[in-house]
DNA sequence: TTGTAAGCGTTATCAC
DNA sequence: GTGATAACGCTTACAA
């Protein structure tokens, strides 16, 4: 083995033919037609060599980079206790990996939004942009649009032309607290799992407080809180609830981590779940199944929100116009015990 | 504004000098002495133009792609829980953002080792490897090792020259053991927190099986299973411990995560921790802190361990020969209460 | 101190 | 079907 790289020069002249033809049969470039023998020269030559092409040169000149970023608007540390993010991680690798597109991940923190992810984008350093976690607050997302960069949010923008995959977060808060409702709670206390920038914090919220609304109950925002992401924040606020002097039966919670932290301000306050209040969380991470109570929870599809916005971001790289670029996918309320059970609900169970 | 991209060749024409120049200015290129007045011409012209330098093209000229990888050796799926990984992601992102890198992240299955990430390599799309949780039997390594890649594990692999950052899993492992046969415990059982192929998952329980042993213990090998890294590992092992006939009254477990699932089954047997089992988990994941009862558990110094490997890395790639290249970092006994207190030590607090 | 010119390893446009 | 040849946009000897 020579010390040079190992080029396509190096496979062209090892089976007899142009570079042209090496990169023609590699790339299996459609609408071309190679001999059988030559196609299989060709191969033979770039195994025997083990011949990898240089995603450097490749980029330059096909103009794709064959990367895809996923970039997270958040603060530091605010990942360091994401549950979340895993799942979606573990879901856009899978989806990609078979087109051959890689992962580049970054995290812009929501004071340097313009800069750096534009940045990215102009560097052509990735093709393609997921954007986890949108804040209404974010100007550089419409030059994304305006560039017509190929971009698919997990989340959603009110009344814009991004291409998205979400769920519905309203409806979905909504029927969590109406079940808190259900069972006889009319003093429920809300933890935002984030700042209301972010569009599915404040949906959430509006979620709560449209089933209030439904049900005759009057909103008081004594009973609100903002936490921003991290468990400890859970932990903080649900403190803050408890040494106000609302009265509260319920709480729900943005998000399951944040919910946990909730969970230990409780029990250290020495109330116990459900009896002395019940909690509902949001997302379903794999946790919460196992957790003492099990939590009861709004399941949000997280690798099938991966996955989709993989799929649409290929399509979009692809040329395609995806069938539907705007995509809600459903939720489910999983009721389990963190916030018992109406006297009416167990009658049913037991029929 | 036109239509084609702006390259350093209008920078260089609206700033008056050669391309030569705008490079050497833009990059700060260490010896060479630019006129303060040129220097100023060069930087106000690309900013009024918004010159962001093409990746692929620099990458390609001045071979280095500027993008550190982070391989994750696992099954699919299995990152989705995994609470460690984000912590190191979080301190990842934060250390190499300021040198201007990027974070690529693929995860790849142990049967396609040697495949997958050499690839990477040899396609030059990466400059140096962060690779988290190697095996024993991945022998794409030492390929690694034979062409001089700058890498770095985070684990290690006993006798090797590779650079690593890890901590001591053996020892951590015997004090979390030797803290619970304080406690009184001699049946103590152990799930591992993956398969033993995994350096850290051998050495957590060869630090078990040594505790044992140091104190007049003799091993039990019925006591022993084999997680997988998720949660429902934790909870299948844990019943199959409880469903066999062996008498216990401690465990050790690998990893906070599976840690929570062994919990689950154990409550779920009516069992109580401390009192009837005690367990001792390994990471100090955030939540640890906040679960019902606070999980005793080694305490990771997981954003450390991600800034040293990046830092070491770093110094890979600038060509220096890094002081250290490889660091054990402290660990930590954290003593929480899932584990209760021996008669002496309660007394010893009551002091 | 600055400019000239030669790569870097591909892909893409045309001829043949 | 296959092969020259010209981009792609930048860095870097080397020369001036």
Known sequence: ???????????????????????????????????????RRVLDAASELNYVPEAAAQALASRRARII???????????????????????????????GMRLLIDIVEPQHQKETYLQLIQAKHIDGIILSGPRYDDDALSSLLEVNFPAVLL??????????????????????VAHLINLGHSRIAC??????????????L???????TENGITFDSELIRYGDFVIESGY?????????????????????????GAVAAIRERGLRIPQDIAVVGFDDIPF??????????????????ARRSAEILSQLLAGDEPESKQVILETQLVVRDSCGASRSNRRMKLQ
């Not at 970039?71 to 899978?94: V, W, Y």
């Not at 933890?191 to 959430?204: E, F, G, K, M, V």
């Not at 919460?288 to 929100?305: N, Q, W």
């Open 155 to 176: 989340g959603q923008i009110p009344d814009s032309d991004f291409a998205f995959v979400d769920v519905d977060n309203r409806a979905a808060a909504n029927s969590a």
């Open 288 to 305: 919460s199944r196992y957790s003492d109570p099990p939590l009861t929870t709004v399941r949000l599809p997280a690798g099938d929100l």
């Open 206 to 212: 509006t979620g709560y407080k449209q089933a209030l």
């Open 1 to 39: 083995m020579t010390n040079h790289r190992v080029t396509s020069q190096d496979v062209a002249e090892r089976a007899g033919v142009s570079r042209t033809t090496v990169s023609l049969v590699l790339n299996n470039v459609p609408g071309v037609k190679i001999s059988p023998q030559t196609r």
């Open 236 to 260: 903080r606020q649900m403190h803050s609830l408890l040494a106000s002097n609302v009265t509260m039966s319920a709480v729900f919670i943005g998000s399951d981590t944040l919910a946990y």
């Open 191 to 204: 933890i935002t799992n984030a700042p209301l920038s972010y569009t599915a914090a404040l949906d959430r």
């Open 69 to 99: 970023g996923l970039i997270l608007i958040r603060n530091p540390h605010q990942i360091a206790t994401d549950a979340f993010l895993t799942q979606i991680l573990d879901g856009l690798i899978e989806t990609i990996r078979p087109s």
